[in-house]
């Protein structure tokens, strides 16, 4: 596996750690599995370690869109609100 992605999940379970649990609840088992099995645990456990607030954390850019993907298909509720959030996204250069 890919480095950057095996980070990138790490990263996405630091930050699903900070989440609300019904939040995390709405994502597929399967994919929390995949994410821990194929995510860096070292890096992982820096990440759990560390207790910079998660505001100031500089998380990549993976990270980030895998968290964006799990925020259209998963958390919003509404078509409006998915639309908005797609457009914001593709206002995102990054």
């Known amino acids: 596996m ?3 992605l095996a980070n990138a999940y790490s990263e996405v379970l630091d930050i699903l750690d900070y989440i609300e649990p019904q939040y995390k609840a709405k994502i597929p088992k399967d994919m ?3 994410f821990k099995s194929e995510c860096n645990k070292d890096y992982l456990n820096i990440l759990l370690k560390d207790e910079t607030d998660r505001l100031e954390k ?3 850019e993976e990270a980030l869109s895998i968290i964006a993907y799990l925020n259209l298909k998963y958390w ?3 078509k409006k609100e998915k639309k908005y ?3 914001m996204y ?3 250069n990054k």
């Open 76 to 78: 919003c509720e509404t």
């Open 58 to 60: 500089n998380y990549s």
């Open 2 to 4: 890919d480095k950057n």
């Open 32 to 34: 929390l599995d995949m």
């Open 85 to 87: 959030y797609r457009d």
């Open 90 to 92: 593709l206002k995102n």
